[in-house]
């Protein structure tokens, strides 16, 4: 079913907007966007090397001292800098709390709980890992991913209780060894080491296989402009494990479980990123397990778009059509084992 129109912030009005628990947050640029200069999103050059994102708990110290490096510098960029780190969680902060009113309409616009979620967050963490590869001079840096799907990879990565990739906002019953409980609700699971991974794996079996066959299922509810608040459907792996781990690993000793359980707050965790890269993986492990045909054909959905800061700083407008093939966009995920999907419960 088509039809709506294509939706768009206006970058003109970033306003005071509303955490989870409704207390006031103000995650605007310094400066207005509304004033930079604008260009559209361009391909990368075919003939650039691929940067290929590998599991977390499979990297090497050389790659660890690179990406550390460089989100220490991102963190000692001045703020007037779009591609500074506390700018980056803002972005994060500005789209998922409504900070933006739609172009053309006085709604907000929020890509959370709808078919925005999957297109949405690639582009934020694609351009993320761009300027980090920028500001250590490797334009072959990839994220790494937190496989929290794969036993291994079901604790926090190690290398987050390190350096700049610490976040003192965490659930320290959560941090390593604890294995994660990939479908969290607030509630301990109870359950030791073995058992918590084989629930996972189940759970992984259902939001990935039987409980997705239907596009809406997986990609979540159908938005289009204007429409803000009427569409409210998650996807099954957005509410978790999205949701679940973003809970997990916040800090029980902060109101909205501060930084990674809340929107607002939930980028200035370094873990965000490698958990973020392994949910824009597994969309992709969903659409080759249904053959790779485009899940939404809808224009209201291609043709939407939104805006970030490239490596350059330079503000870059694009459209969710420009984010649907890892290939043209110059990166892709190293295989790996899908444990969970001969898990039928
Ligand atoms: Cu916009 Cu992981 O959330």
Request: charged content about 25%; proline content about 8%.
């Amino acid at each position: 079913q088509t039809g709506g129109r294509p939706i768009a912030p206006n970058l003109a009005t970033c306003h005071k907007s509303l955490s989870d628990a409704g207390r006031p947050v103000f995650c605007c640029p310094p400066k207005r966007e509304s004033e930079e200069s604008v260009i559209d999103f361009k391909f990368p050059s075919p003939s650039t090397p691929k940067r290929i994102r590998r599991p977390a708990h499979l990297v090497d110290d050389d790659y660890l001292a690179k990406y550390q490096r460089g989100v220490t510098l991102m963190k000692q960029l001045d703020t007037s800098d779009p591609r500074n780190f506390m700018r980056q969680a803002n972005i994060h902060c500005i789209f998922c709390t409504g900070a933006y009113t739609q172009v053309n309409s006085s709604h907000l616009l929020n890509i959370h709980r709808s078919w925005f979620f999957f297109p949405w967050h690639r582009l934020m963490i694609y351009f993320h890992e761009r300027i980090l590869g920028k500001l250590i001079g490797d334009d072959t840096f990839a994220l790494p991913y937190w496989n929290w799907d794969n036993p291994p990879g079901m604790i926090i990565p190690h290398y987050y209780m390190n350096g700049s990739f610490v976040d003192k906002d965490r659930d320290h019953a959560h941090l390593p060894p604890q294995v994660a409980d990939i479908s969290f609700d607030y509630v301990e699971s109870g359950l030791g080491p073995e058992e918590q991974i084989e629930s996972n794996l189940h759970f992984m079996y259902h939001q990935m296989v039987s409980g997705a066959k239907k596009v809406e299922l997986f990609m979540g509810c159908k938005r289009t402009a204007g429409e803000e608040g009427e569409c409210d459907g998650p996807g099954t792996v957005e509410v978790a494990p999205h949701n679940a781990l973003h809970t997990w690993v916040g800090s029980n000793l902060q109101p909205e479980r501060e930084n990674m359980g809340a929107f607002y707050s939930a980028a200035r965790d370094p873990v965000f990123y490698a958990h973020h890269a392994n949910i824009d993986r597994l969309w992709t492990v969903w659409r080759k397990l249904r053959g790779n045909v485009p899940e939404i054909v809808d224009p209201a959905w291609l043709d939407s778009y939104f805006y970030f800061h490239d490596e350059n700083a330079q503000l870059v407008r694009i459209k969710i059509r420009d984010a649907l093939d890892m290939d043209k966009l110059g990166y892709g995920y190293e295989d790996i084992d899908l444990p969970w999907l001969n898990a039928r419960p």
